[in-house]
C-alpha cells in the first residue's frame, strides 16, 4: 500500500510555495544537485534493508513476518510527512528503510518462484526512470496542467482500488484485476506502470519547480522523498507485471 502515497501529495507546488517564505529565503536555498544526492542516499538506504531482507528469506526460507504490516505504515508516515515536512530529513530514511525490508521480502518470494524476476524489474525501473528524466528534460513531455490533473486523478483512482482490494482480502474477496495474470490483469498491470512512470514527470517538474523558487535547503530531504516514493511504486508495480506474464509461461 505504501506505493500509492507516491500519489505524492508531498510533492506539490504548492509545499514549495509556501515554504519560500521570506523568513526561510534568508538560509541556504534548495538545490538540484542537492536534491539528487538527498535522493541518491535514500535509493541505497531502500538498496541496503533490501539486501538485508533478500538474505533473511533466503536463510529462512520465509518472509519476515512483519512485512505484511509495513504498507500500512508507509502510508502513515507518508501522510505524516505531508503535515510535517520539516521532519522529512528523519521521516524520509526511516521510510526507505521499512520499504527495503519489504521489497527485500517480496521480491525474494518471486526470485524463488520466477528466478531473474527481481533483476529484472530493477533494470526496467531504471530504464523507465532514465528515459522519463529524458523526455522531460528535453520537454517532449511536459507537466501541464492537464497531464498533472490525467495522473493524480487516475494515481488517487488505483489508490482507491487497491484499498478496496486490501480490505476485501480480509472478507476472503480477491479483486481479479490486481493479482490476475489473465489478459485483463496485464493490461491493468501496465496501465498502472505508465501511470506510475507519469508520476515520474510531475516529480521532475515539483522538483525543478522547487529550485526556482528557492525554496529553503530542507526541501531537499522533501523533494528526494517524494521520488523515492514513485521509483518504489514503479518497481512493485513492475515486478507484479512480470510475475503476472511469467505465470502465463
Not at 541556504?28 to 541496503?48: C, H, R, Y
Not at 524489474?121 to 526512470?129: D, I, K, R, S
Not at 484499498?163 to 496485464?186: N, P, W, Y
Request: with cysteine.
Amino acid at each position: 500500500m505504501s506505493l500509492f502515497s507516491s500519489n505524492n501529495p508531498a510533492l506539490k507546488e504548492e509545499a514549495f510555495i509556501q515554504s519560500a517564505t521570506p523568513q526561510t529565503l534568508d538560509g541556504p536555498a534548495m538545490t538540484l544537485n542537492g536534491t539528487i544526492a538527498k535522493s541518491a542516499l535514500l535509493l541505497g538506504i531502500v538498496l541496503v534493508f533490501a539486501v538485508f531482507s533478500w538474505d533473511l528469506f533466503t536463510l529462512m526460507g520465509v518472509p519476515l513476518p512483519f512485512l505484511v504490516s509495513i504498507p500500512l505504515v508507509g502510508v502513515g508516515l507518508a501522510f505524516l510527512l505531508v503535515f510535517k515536512k520539516e521532519w522529512a530529513a528523519y521521516i524520509a530514511p526511516i521510510y526507505c528503510a521499512l520499504q527495503g525490508l519489504f521489497l527485500g521480502g517480496i521480491s525474494g518470494i518471486l526470485e524463488a518462484k520466477f528466478p531473474g524476476i527481481a533483476t529484472q524489474a530493477m533494470l526496467l525501473t531504471f530504464t523507465v526512470f532514465g528515459g522519463m528524466l529524458l523526455l522531460y528534460s528535453t520537454r517532449i513531455i511536459r507537466a501541464t496542467e492537464r497531464f498533472k490533473s490525467i495522473a493524480m486523478t487516475a494515481t488517487f483512482g488505483i489508490f482507491c482500488y487497491y484499498m478496496l482490494g486490501f480490505i476485501l482480502q480480509f472478507f476472503g474477496v480477491e479483486m481479479a484485476l490486481i493479482h490476475s495474470s489473465g489478459t485483463a490483469g496485464i493490461i491493468f498491470s501496465v496501465l498502472v506502470v505508465i501511470i506510475a512512470a507519469m508520476n515520474l514527470i510531475m516529480d521532475f517538474d515539483t522538483i525543478e519547480q522547487g529550485v526556482a523558487y528557492g525554496a529553503p535547503k530542507n526541501m531537499e530531504w522533501y523533494a528526494a522523498f517524494g521520488l523515492a516514493v514513485t521509483l518504489i511504486w514503479l518497481y512493485i508495480e513492475i515486478l507484479r507485471l512480470l510475475s503476472k506474464l511469467n505465470s502465463r509461461n
